[in-house]
T-cell receptor, first 113, second 114 residues
């Protein structure tokens, strides 16, 4: 089991460029999440998908879009990157239910110049 | 909205000693879950321990235990017999019983010294 995988691990963009962060899980989880982590702060939820075919906004959705491609994959797209989006991005997945542990990917460090 | 506060930005502890990390939260919910996550330098987020709000008994996982005080909205983590591998950022997190969102505190950096 690879768990939760994310690509790429590092990325540098120029302001205005677009890119998609990829996430996949092989644990047959229904729910998937995207978080960002800024220095000195905990993770903040960008978007989540409670089940295949559904997506919902989290705490900081502005400037992002998501696609739940199938049960395994959940991508995060930056249409026009801004320096404020410089952060570390984490994808996570879990079984349905609030008690269940969220399993995190290794993160993507994104720098927007 | 829920908030989670970790008032200790950084703590250091000698190997084999005990350290306690504090966490307070604010919510109007009666049923919820609380978590402690560890983030070592590798950046990987790892669940350390979790607590259900309706359970009065404090959760324990090997050397890790919590002191859950529901009335005070406090959820501290105790690391006993600290090991060098415990060096990491530790995040407290809150989740409503009927929700998907994890709300994280700002983290406490723990340094275990040999």
């Amino acid at each position: 089991n690879a768990g939760v995988t994310q690509t790429p691990k590092f990325q540098v963009l120029k302001t205005g460029q677009s890119m998609t962060l990829q996430c996949a899980q092989d644990m047959n989880h229904n729910s998937m999440y995207w978080y960002r982590q800024d220095p000195g702060m905990g993770l903040r939820l960008i978007y989540y998908s409670a089940s295949e075919g559904t997506t919902d906004k989290g705490e900081v959705p502005n400037g992002y879009n998501v696609s739940r491609l199938n049960k395994r994959e959940f991508s995060l797209r930056l249409e026009s990157a801004a320096p404020s989006q410089t952060s570390v991005y984490f994808c996570a997945s879990s079984r349905t239910g609030s008690y269940n542990e969220q399993f995190f990917g290794p993160g993507t460090r994104l720098t927007v110049l | 909205a829920q908030t989670v506060t970790q008032s200790q930005p950084e703590m250091s502890v000698q190997e084999a000693e005990t350290v306690t990390l504090s966490c307070t939260y604010d919510t109007s919910e009666n049923n919820y879950y609380l978590f402690w996550y560890k983030q070592p330098p590798s950046r990987q987020m790892i669940l350390v321990i979790r607590q259900e709000a309706y359970k009065q008994q404090n959760a324990t996982e090997n050397r890790f235990s919590v002191n859950f005080q529901k009335a005070a909205k406090s959820f501290s983590l105790k690391i006993s017999d600290s090991q060098l591998g415990d060096t990491a950022m530790y995040f407290c997190a809150f989740r409503k019983a009927a929700g998907n969102k994890l709300t994280f505190g700002g983290g406490t950096r723990v340094l275990v010294k040999p």
